[in-house]
T-cell receptor, first 110, second 116 residues
Framework: AQTVTQSQPEMSVQEAETVTLSCTYD???????LFWYKQPPSRQMILVIR??????QNATENRFSVNFQKAAKSFSLKISDSQLGDTAMYFC???????FGAGTRLTVKP | DTGVSQNPRHKITKRGQNVTFRCDPI?????LYWYRQTLGQGPEFLTY????????KSRLLSDRFSAERPKGSFSTLEIQRTEQGDSAMYLC??????????????FGEGSRLTVL
């Protein structure tokens, strides 16, 4: 069975600072996709960033980057230069079909 | 295309009643997923379709839940004999399945169910 664990229920960060959200997963597959999704308050879920397991290079999307450690089954999300609009629930997800972690509630403080 | 559409957005029902939710995916997407999300939790996988075929169903899914996608386009999720524990947000998502598949899901805004 595939499991996704997010051990930080809540986090906060000052605007313009950097924050890292943690995620670990368990799978017996060798090739797969990992994702971070963002769910702003009362709004729909949107994709933040994706990582393909066979790619060693960590994915980057503007202020968002991941630290993918395949052997450790770890997939953390780093948000640089945090903005107020980054306040949301963040979910780590594993393909396929997509299974989600319990989420981390991130608050960016002015 | 306006994205994934879900109806109704809110449903209040009495315990024991049946409810049905509808999801219209993005038109060129052949995969469709249903999730349940309770407050402060992550989406819990229920089932998914590729075209009209139901490929996987969660073992946690009660027999009271059934989903269909008869023509490979829209899908319905029916809950029979609702219980208070069924109160949740029901999310639908769709994706492509082709050689360029990257796994990204596109979510609807969800259908919130309240069972009294």
């Amino acid at each position: 069975a595939q499991t996704v664990t997010q051990s930080q229920p809540e986090m906060s960060v000052q605007e313009a600072e950097t924050v890292t959200l943690s995620c670990t997963y368990d799978t017996s597959e060798s090739n797969y996709y990992l994702f971070w999704y963002k769910q702003p308050p009362s709004r729909q879920m949107i994709l933040v960033i994706r990582q393909e397991a066979y790619k060693q290079q960590n994915a980057t999307e503007n202020r968002f980057s991941v630290n993918f450690q395949k052997a450790a089954k770890s997939f953390s999300l780093k948000i640089s230069d945090s903005q107020l609009g980054d306040t949301a629930m963040y979910f780590c997800a594993f393909m396929n079909p997509p299974h989600f972690g319990a989420g981390t509630r991130l608050t960016v403080k002015p | 295309d306006t994205g994934v559409s879900q109806n109704p957005r809110h449903k209040i029902t009495k315990r024991g009643q049946n409810v049905t939710f509808r999801c219209d995916p993005i038109s060129e997407h052949n995969r469709l997923y249903w999730y349940r999300q309770t407050l402060g939790q992550g989406p819990e996988f229920l089932t998914y379709f590729q075209n009209e075929a139901q490929l996987e169903k969660s073992r946690l899914l009660s027999d009271r839940f059934s989903a269909e996608r008869p023509k490979g386009s829209f899908s319905t999720l029916e809950i029979q004999r609702t219980e208070q524990g069924d109160s949740a947000m029901y999310l639908c998502a769709s994706s492509r399945r082709d050689p360029s598949f990257t796994g990204e899901l596109f979510f609807g805004e969800g259908s919130r169910l309240t069972v009294l």
